[in-house]
């Protein structure tokens, strides 16, 4: 298996832009995780869905943000619009079901200059 | 979940075990002991888990005492690969993995 698979790894934008990151789960896996990771707050989990429903947004930090599984292969964060404190790492994680094992993808590196 | 408390930051030499120490001494009967690691740049990556028995796969093993309230590492031969970023997490029954700050495992030649 390829392991989960995000794009675009390095994203660059300006201030005001709308940013759009991918993920792609392990086949199989019916939960997906879009983690954010800054040197200041460390890993924290964004969003966690199931069977291609949200179920705990809190750790959404505003409306800017939004996230969509529209089937269960594929995934989207969307920031619109960016701000420069959005800066950050952002990991995307499934598992088999939700209390199961995680397994990362390798990140997009998010920069909003 | 229960908190854990890891040390910042330990070495090791290359080709000798590496034992990292965790404290979970509030953790619950039916909370798990995840451990993690990030190596520079990448996505954290599934070591190994545990609930009451020590645990031993192909890249660690886990010790957890008998009290559950701590347990350990192992990286049986460390590499300069291993450099990396450990997180203890103890989990329940539900989704939430929370990660602290780790421990820094610097895998010196």
């Known amino acids: 298996d390829a392991g989960v698979i995000q794009s675009p790894r390095h994203e660059v934008t300006e201030m005001g832009q709308e940013v759009t990151l991918r993920c792609k789960p392990i086949?199989?896996?019916?939960?997906l995780f879009w983690y954010r990771q800054t040197m200041m707050r460390g890993l924290e989990l964004l969003i966690y869905f199931n069977n291609n429903v949200p179920i705990d947004d809190s750790g959404m930090p505003e409306d800017r943000f939004s996230a969509k599984m529209p089937n269960a292969s594929f995934s989207t964060l969307k920031i619109q619009p960016s701000e420069p404190r959005d800066s950050a790492v952002y990991f995307c994680?499934?598992?088999?079901?939700?209390?199961?094992?995680?397994?990362f993808g390798p990140g997009t590196r998010l920069t909003v200059l | 979940d229960a908190k854990t408390t890891q040390p910042p930051s330990m070495d090791c030499a290359e080709g000798r075990a590496a034992n990292l120490p965790c404290n979970h001494s509030?953790?619950?009967?039916?909370?798990?002991v995840y451990w993690y690691r990030q190596i520079h740049s990448q996505g954290p990556q599934y070591i190994i888990h545990?609930?009451?028995n020590n645990e031993t796969n192909e890249m660690a093993s886990l010790i957890i005492t008998e009290d559950r309230k701590s347990s350990t590492l192992i990286l049986p031969h460390a590499t300069l690969r291993d450099t990396a970023v450990y997180y203890c997490i103890v989990r329940g029954s539900n989704y939430k993995l929370t990660f602290g700050k780790g421990t820094l495992l610097t895998v010196n030649p």
């Open positions: 994680a499934s598992s088999l079901q939700g209390p199961d094992t995680q397994y």
């Open positions: 545990g609930l009451k």
């Open positions: 509030t953790i619950s009967g039916n909370e798990y």
């Open positions: 086949s199989g896996h019916n939960s």
